[in-house]
């Protein structure tokens, strides 16, 4: 299991292995990256994979690029 890796990113900040939606919601703020809670819920809704209100370190890949592209259009 990869849940060290999120533990170490400190997005995890109960450090239970996976990512809740307000652990994530404070890491956009701390990335100081722009959406609203609508597009942070949808976020969350789409990278949680397995429907367990919580985002795996797999997931979390999934997440960041999913950002990254959503990001790079906003800028666009």
Same mark, same amino acid.
């Given at each position: 299991?990869?849940?060290?890796?999120?533990?170490?990113?400190?997005? +995890?900040? +109960?450090?239970?292995?996976?990512?809740? #939606? $307000?652990?994530?919601?404070?890491? %956009? =703020? $701390?990335?100081?990256?722009?959406? !609203?809670?609508? =597009?942070? /819920?949808?976020? %969350?809704? !789409?990278? +949680? #994979?397995?429907d +367990?209100?919580?985002?795996?370190?797999n997931?979390?890949?999934v997440?960041?690029c999913?950002?990254y #592209?959503? /990001?790079k #259009?906003?800028?666009?």
């Amino acid at each position: 299991m990869n849940s060290g890796l999120l533990v170490s990113c400190s997005v +995890d900040e +109960d450090k239970s292995g996976a990512i809740d #939606l $307000k652990e994530l919601k404070h890491y %956009f =703020e $701390k990335l100081q990256v722009k959406f !609203t809670n609508e =597009e942070i /819920n949808e976020i %969350f809704k !789409t990278c +949680d #994979l397995n429907d +367990d209100m919580g985002i795996s370190f797999n997931e979390f890949i999934v997440l960041l690029c999913l950002v990254y #592209l959503l /990001n790079k #259009l906003q800028l666009a």
